[in-house]
């Protein structure tokens, strides 16, 4: 079989070739050349970014023959180490060799010194798998090595391995590949292989990676094992279960044309297909941040990495929002992601959630509503003119001006709607309770309280709902429909109470908005 996968062929074999650790190469490279060399070394980090990559080429490098910081490639131990046949360069699973006995063998064998190279180097991946009595046992080697000696030790879990043997090892901390770096490594390798695809489906690999270049690689392999020399972004997404990017167009298309079918079927595509509810909501909260970082930033070329075409259809779709809508829309889905975690059925959350979204899309930013309001009600005019001297002016008292308290997580249309539906949650386990509350009529839904009015023949009822389980019911029912805490205020009227009609003015929306009330005169 002469087939070897990327991660394999493509293995970095120089300090020159390693993708996306340049900080940790700077160093290692100073330190060979300066001789300055550490007996241990610990590299950290996650799956698939070089660590033990990089441990082989330092072992190269610091036993090659004829270069003084960096391996040639060309000499017999660079040849022999990178063949994996090198008698003074031992690889070791941590993860099957965790007993003190294995240490004690290895204590012996490191007395030895070396046959060809400078050094005996022992590369020791999964290092924190051993055991508490084996890294006692190697604590000893560690304070004291031989001079021919060096440890090159790597982990995925850094905070397992006792603060006694870290204090000991020089720690190179791996950080994760970026997407572009991964994306400039896809794009020579599909080069090489003469696969056609687009810039797009080269993003969605390298997403799909989340940093890890070896994971990168591995799923470039099973892509072209899946769609042959043409990938498409169609095909990944089947494969990986993960939405594809005409998918986010489509909701948010959607959203902004507050289409309540279309969404609630992207939905249940989203449940049929498989797709993991968690990575959707994480890749679909990225494209609400793209939108947002659009909407407010002239030029955000350098904050989204993402193709040309791509970043063109994010400019269109971000203007059909106010910047308000999707600061919403954001929090809604932030706030998704903590409700699914432990709902017995998450999807039909993320039903409900798109319904939302829907009705954000019609939110109306203040500062509309104010300019509104002025061309309704018009500016406002006074002509102050002097009384005869024979005419006596009556004493006016003002009324005195009440401080306007700033409102709406909500719009003004959709405060009804939002209580009706508190009401029938709480009819669910407490009827009583909600007629009781049917009875009084929502005046405002200020800062931090929700102003209900009852007649006098009412009244009685407000003792009865400010009963403390009744509080417990209602609190997270509110802050869940109007995104915020709020305290009910009751007061009570002699006049009886009429609804409000549905084809109130502009005027007296602004009025319940703001706080104030119409004074006659």
Same mark, same amino acid.
């Given at each position: 079989?002469?087939?070897?996968?990327?991660?394999? $062929?493509?293995?970095?074999?120089?300090?020159?070739?390693?993708?996306?650790? $340049?900080?940790?190469?700077?160093?290692?490279?100073?330190?060979?050349?300066?001789?300055?060399?550490?007996?241990?070394?610990?590299?950290?980090?996650? /799956?698939?970014?070089?660590?033990?990559?990089?441990? /082989?080429?330092?072992?190269?490098?610091?036993?090659?023959?004829?270069?003084?910081?960096?391996?040639?490639?060309?000499?017999?131990?660079?040849?022999?180490?990178?063949?994996?046949?090198?008698?003074?360069?031992?690889?070791?699973?941590?993860?099957?060799?965790?007993?003190? &006995?294995?240490?004690?063998?290895?204590?012996?064998?490191?007395?030895?010194?070396?046959?060809?190279?400078?050094?005996?180097?022992?590369?020791?991946? &999964?290092?924190?798998?051993?055991?508490?009595?084996?890294?006692?046992?190697?604590?000893?080697?560690?304070?004291? !090595? !031989?001079?021919?000696?060096?440890?090159?030790?790597?982990?995925?879990?850094?905070?397992?391995?006792?603060? %006694?043997?870290?204090?000991?090892?020089?720690?190179?901390?791996?950080?994760?590949?970026?997407?572009?770096?991964?994306? %400039?490594?896809?794009?020579?390798?599909?080069?090489?292989?003469?696969?056609?695809?687009?810039?797009?489906?080269?993003?969605?690999?390298?997403?799909?990676?989340?940093?890890?270049?070896?994971?990168?690689?591995?799923?470039?392999?099973?892509?072209?094992?899946?769609?042959?020399?043409?990938?498409?972004?169609?095909?990944?997404s089947t494969l990986f279960g993960r939405a594809a990017g005409t998918t986010f167009h489509a909701l948010v298309l959607g959203v902004a044309e507050k289409n309540a079918e279309a969404l609630l079927k992207i939905a249940r595509e989203i449940e049929n297909g498989g797709y993991d509810l968690r990575q959707f909501l994480s890749d679909w909260i990225e494209r609400l941040r793209h939108l947002i970082i659009i909407k407010n930033v002239k030029d955000a070329t350098g904050l989204i990495d993402l193709p040309e075409d791509e970043k063109k259809e994010i400019e269109k779709e971000a203007a059909l929002f106010s910047k308000e809508a999707l600061l919403s829309l954001f929090s809604i889905f932030v706030k998704l992601q903590d409700e699914i975690r432990n709902a017995p059925r998450p999807h039909l959350l993320l039903?409900?959630?798109?319904?939302?979204?829907?009705?954000?899309?019609?939110?109306?930013?203040?500062?509309?509503?104010?300019?509104?309001?002025?061309?309704?009600?018009?500016?406002?005019?006074?002509?102050?003119?002097?009384?005869?001297?024979?005419?006596?002016? !009556?004493?006016?008292?003002?009324?005195?001006?009440?401080? =306007?308290?700033?409102?709406?997580?909500?719009?003004?249309?959709?405060?009804?709607?939002?209580?009706?539906?508190?009401?029938?949650?709480?009819?669910?386990?407490?009827?009583?309770?909600?007629?009781?509350?049917?009875?009084?009529?929502?005046?405002?839904?200020?800062?931090? =309280?929700?102003?209900?009015?009852?007649?006098?023949?009412?009244?009685?009822?407000?003792?009865?709902?400010?009963?403390? &389980?009744? $509080?417990?019911?209602?609190? !997270?029912?509110?802050? /869940?429909?109007?995104?915020?805490?709020?305290?009910?205020?009751?007061?009570?009227?002699?006049?009886?109470?009429?609804? /409000?009609?549905? =084809?109130?003015?502009?005027?007296?929306?602004?009025?319940?908005?703001?706080?104030?009330?119409?004074?006659?005169?």
């Open positions: 079989m002469n087939f070897q996968v990327s991660a394999r $062929k493509w293995r970095p074999q120089t300090f020159d070739e390693v993708v996306g650790q $340049k900080h940790l190469i700077r160093v290692l490279s100073n330190a060979i050349s300066q001789g300055e060399i550490a007996h241990a070394y610990l590299f950290s980090g996650t /799956r698939g970014v070089g660590k033990t990559t990089v441990a /082989r080429i330092l072992a190269k490098a610091i036993n090659c023959a004829n270069t003084i910081n960096r391996p040639c490639g060309e000499c017999i131990s660079c040849k022999e180490i990178a063949e994996n046949r090198s008698v003074d360069v031992m690889e070791i699973d941590g993860a099957s060799n965790t007993s003190v &006995e294995d240490v004690r063998d290895l204590r012996e064998k490191v007395k030895y010194l070396p046959l060809s190279g400078k050094y005996k180097v022992y590369i020791i991946d &999964e290092v924190h798998m051993l055991s508490n009595a084996a890294f006692n046992a190697l604590l000893k080697t560690l304070e004291e !090595p !031989p001079a021919h000696l060096v440890f090159i030790m790597a982990t995925t879990e850094a905070h397992k391995i006792p603060a %006694t043997i870290l204090s000991r090892c020089q720690h190179l901390i791996f950080r994760r590949v970026s997407r572009i770096e991964i994306e %400039t490594q896809l794009r020579k390798i599909i080069a090489e292989k003469n696969v056609q695809t687009s810039d797009r489906v080269v993003t969605f690999i390298a997403k799909a990676a989340e940093g890890s270049m070896r994971d990168a690689l591995s799923l470039c392999d099973q892509s072209i094992s899946y769609s042959g020399k043409n990938l498409t972004e169609e095909d990944l039903e409900v959630a798109l319904m939302k979204a829907v009705l954000i899309a019609d939110l109306t930013p203040i500062e509309k509503i104010i300019e509104q309001i002025k061309e309704r009600v018009g500016p406002p005019t006074a002509v102050i003119t002097s009384p005869p001297a024979h005419i006596t002016t !009556p004493s006016i008292k003002t009324p005195p001006v009440r401080a =306007t308290t700033p409102v709406l997580a909500v719009p003004v249309q959709d405060t009804a709607v939002l209580w009706k539906n508190i009401l029938q949650e709480v009819k669910k386990t407490r009827p009583n309770l909600a007629s009781y509350l049917d009875q009084g009529v929502i005046l405002a839904v200020l800062e931090r =309280t929700i102003k209900i009015r009852f007649s006098e023949e009412s009244s009685f009822l407000i003792s009865l709902i400010e009963k403390e &389980e009744n $509080k417990k019911l209602l609190q !997270p029912l509110i802050k /869940r429909y109007f995104g915020r805490d709020l305290v009910l205020a009751f007061e009570a009227v002699n006049e009886s109470i009429k609804p /409000r009609e549905e =084809t109130s003015t502009l005027v007296e929306d602004a009025l319940r908005i703001f706080g104030g009330e119409i004074v006659k005169t």
